[in-house]
T-cell receptor
Framework: DTAVSQTPKYLVTQMGNDKSIKCEQN?????MYWYKQDSKKFLKIMFS???????INETVPNRFSPKSPDKAHLNLHINSLELGDSAVYFC??????????????FGPGTRLTVL | AQSVTQLGSHVSVSEGALVLLRCNYS??????LFWYVQYPNQGLQLLLK??????LVKGINGFEAEFKKSETSFHLTKPSAHMSDAAEYFC?????????????FGTGTRLTIIP
């Protein structure tokens, strides 16, 4: 049974479109994250939610909007897609916000390609 | 600001040889350090972490890392490489952000195992 799942696994779309990526965790964790991994494998946090509340919002264009309908779900909506948005997006979860105590569990990633 | 630097974006070792992946950190306060592994087309998985206490930390799959404050290092080692160790390895440091912590990742080291 998958701990952190993401859909879709692959997403190919045209510039200017709007798309969403969904994430679900069945670990009972309170905190969820979105990361972006670029073509050089550099991994950077975008957002973090704790108990459905936004707690970390890095310098991300406001075209990116996360939504957490409940503790088990954190979706990422992207408006007006640009070429530079092409990357692998990872969802992750942890028991709470303290990274020193909590392992972050990562989903398999969503490879977004903007043409 | 806290950061980690991984020396060597690619490391190749022969099967059965010692694996050494280097990570140096920069931190104004005692850091919490992590190593994650990413197998092809998968999310990241925690290998090991250092928070406080014993400076030699053992992780999964026979890996270990030693926290050396004098050298600001947290190098990852494994005595004998196995083909299944081929993956991307990320060093990370925990950064406190307004009471919530986030992981800042290094740029990764791709480990190739030569048969």
């Amino acid at each position: 049974d998958t701990a952190v799942s993401q859909t879709p696994k692959y997403l190919v779309t045209q510039m200017g479109n709007d798309k969403s990526i969904k994430c679900e965790q069945n670990l009972g964790h309170d905190t969820m994250y979105w990361y972006k991994q670029d073509s050089k494998k550099f991994l950077k946090i975008m957002f973090s939610y704790n108990n459905k509340e936004l707690i970390i919002n890095e310098t991300v264009p406001n075209r990116f909007s996360p939504k957490s309908p409940d503790k088990a779900h954190l979706n990422l909506h992207i408006n007006s897609l640009e070429l530079g948005d092409s990357a692998v997006y990872f969802c992750a979860s942890s028991q709470d916000t303290l990274a020193i105590y909590n392992e972050q569990f990562f989903g398999p990633g969503t490879r977004l390609t903007v043409l | 600001a806290q950061s980690v630097t991984q020396l060597g974006s690619h490391v190749s070792v022969s099967e059965g040889a010692l694996v050494l992946l280097r990570c140096n950190y920069s931190s104004s306060v005692p850091p919490y350090l992590f190593w994650y592994v990413q197998y092809p087309n998968q999310g990241l998985q925690l290998l090991l972490k250092y928070t406080t206490g014993a400076t030699l930390v053992k992780g999964i799959n026979g890996f270990e890392a030693e926290f050396k404050k004098s050298e600001t290092s947290f190098h990852l080692t494994k005595p004998s490489a196995h083909m299944s160790d081929a993956a991307e390895y990320f060093c990370a440091v925990s950064v406190r952000l307004f009471g919530n912590e986030k992981l800042t990742f290094g740029t990764g080291t791709r480990l190739t195992i030569i048969p």
